[in-house]
């Protein structure tokens, strides 16, 4: 049955797994390709012309300003460019891409998602990406 008005949606668990998978990537390309902690992955993937690969049971592909990555059926976008204090940069359509991908059956209503969003971003469990005054509508968060 199909969950068309978030009903059974935790946005913030699907922010935390998110995250966690962002982390097991991270954690996971640092470990094979010997990156120090303290190095950007998305630097070192750009210093060594590493733009697209396998990693385990990840593939990736370094676009931009950050990486999509697939597992199994799911499927992460997330930026990682360092332009600021923040480890994590993402639009509402990548996070609703990776819900979506994460847990079948689901179909996300927009609206409900980004007053979800909003409401973290209130609470200080999110940031906006505000540059020069401008504020780009996508949302910066540190691992937790």
Not at 30 to 35: L, S, T, V
Not at 38 to 61: C, H, L, P
Request: contains cysteine; aromatic residues 14%; glycine residues 4%.
């Amino acid at each position: 049955m199909l969950d068309y008005l978030n009903k059974n949606m935790d946005t913030r668990k699907n922010l935390r797994e998110y995250i966690d998978f962002i982390n097991e990537f991270e954690q996971t390309i640092k470990k094979e390709k010997n990156i120090p902690d303290n190095e950007n992955i998305w630097s070192y993937m750009i210093n060594n012309s590493e733009i697209k690969g396998t990693v385990a049971s990840y593939k990736y592909n370094l676009h931009g300003s950050g990486f999509t990555i697939e597992k199994d059926t799911i499927i992460c976008e997330y930026d990682k460019a360092p332009l600021n204090e923040y480890d994590i940069k993402f639009s509402f359509w990548k996070f609703k891409n990776f819900i979506e991908s994460n847990h079948k059956g689901i179909l996300i209503d927009n609206e409900i998602l980004k007053k979800d969003l909003y409401d973290m971003v209130d609470e200080n469990l999110l940031q906006w990406l505000i540059t020069d005054g401008i504020n780009w509508n996508i949302y910066q968060t540190n691992f937790r």
